[in-house]
């Protein structure tokens, strides 16, 4: 029997896998910062050995990309040394390793979608941390172990850019939204559904990286206008440019990923964005 331990539970990663644990014969190990501190080497060990796991999935992380700024040893603590950690006991016990990484390892300035291999040079501290977790484990190196690059998550759980959205286009009128940053957001309910449907066949000797979002390319204002559309609120999106809403951590201008990889590796289908922010919504309650 699998024995799954799931890290960052109450993250809207975590959350999604959660609810759909209970369609796979696994045993699931849910666990959020107040349970399991993965920063602790010590405290990693003794719940892996005294639950027989043998998978991690990893979907803790400090994501708070601005906060990341002045709170740059936090975010390397749980990006990047605990990573490190989880790397080691994975290699030491024979564990597989589900790492969930970034957009952000990249600085944006592509014109194609970022495959596996494309150089990475992150803009802040963020993705610097997240870059250097993945190197951690890559250097480590615990077999059928992966790391998933994701982008622009939302979920029915969780604080989120849909959320935003539908709670200010109920207050609002209308609203600004950047239109220069392209790339495709990824509904956490179909990044779980993967992760849990890969688990039994990812096997390799090194540790292999994989992107995942949904399919469709467009800006935060394209997809603004489309949540505003399908939950039918009255509220004007207005296009405006990255540098008319300034912030502490610079944003990668283009994020789209090409996930042709861990299609043809799985043989996943991976769904549309637009069919998938209207699954959100309807379980939401924000559609019909």
């Not at 209970?22 to 849910?30: A, G, I, S, W």
């Not at 803790?60 to 906060?67: G, P, Q, R, S, W």
């Not at 957009?103 to 501290?125: A, C, L, S, W």
Request: charged share 25%; aromatic share 10%.
């Amino acid at each position: 029997m699998l024995n799954v331990l799931v890290t960052g539970s109450n993250g809207q990663l975590g959350s999604e896998i959660e609810e759909l644990s209970k369609e796979y014969k696994y045993n699931f190990y849910f666990t959020d910062r107040t349970t399991l501190d993965i920063s602790n080497p010590h405290a990693i060990t003794e719940f892996i050995i005294s639950n027989n796991i043998n998978t991690i999935i990893n979907c803790a992380a400090y994501t708070a990309v601005d906060k990341a700024e002045s709170d740059a040893e936090m975010a390397d603590t749980i990006n990047h040394l605990a990573v490190k950690h989880l790397a080691e006991i994975s290699k030491e016990k024979n564990i597989q390793l589900i790492h969930i990484s970034t957009d952000y390892v990249f600085n944006g300035k592509n014109h194609m979608p970022y495959i596996e291999t494309d150089e990475t040079n992150p803009n802040g501290v963020y993705g610097k941390t997240k870059l250097d977790g993945e190197k951690a484990m890559i250097e480590i190196n615990p077999k059928n172990s992966i790391i998933i690059r994701t982008s622009w998550v939302y979920s029915s759980y969780g604080a989120n850019f849909v959320k935003t959205m539908l709670r200010l286009g109920k207050e609002k009128e209308s609203l600004g939204v950047i239109f220069d940053q392209v790339g495709t957001p990824t509904y956490a309910r179909d990044l779980a559904q993967a992760i849990l449907e890969i688990i039994p066949k990812i096997s390799s000797d090194k540790v292999e990286i994989y992107n995942y979002s949904n399919e469709g390319v467009l800006s935060w204002y394209d997809f603004a206008k489309e949540i505003m559309q399908m939950a039918k609120l009255n509220c004007e999106i207005n296009p405006i440019e990255t540098k008319e809403y300034p912030t502490p951590a610079q944003r990668p201008h283009y994020s789209l990923l090409n996930k042709s990889k861990i299609k043809k590796a799985f043989n996943l289908t991976i769904p549309y964005y637009k069919d998938s922010l209207n699954e959100c919504l309807i379980k939401m309650g924000e559609k019909k």
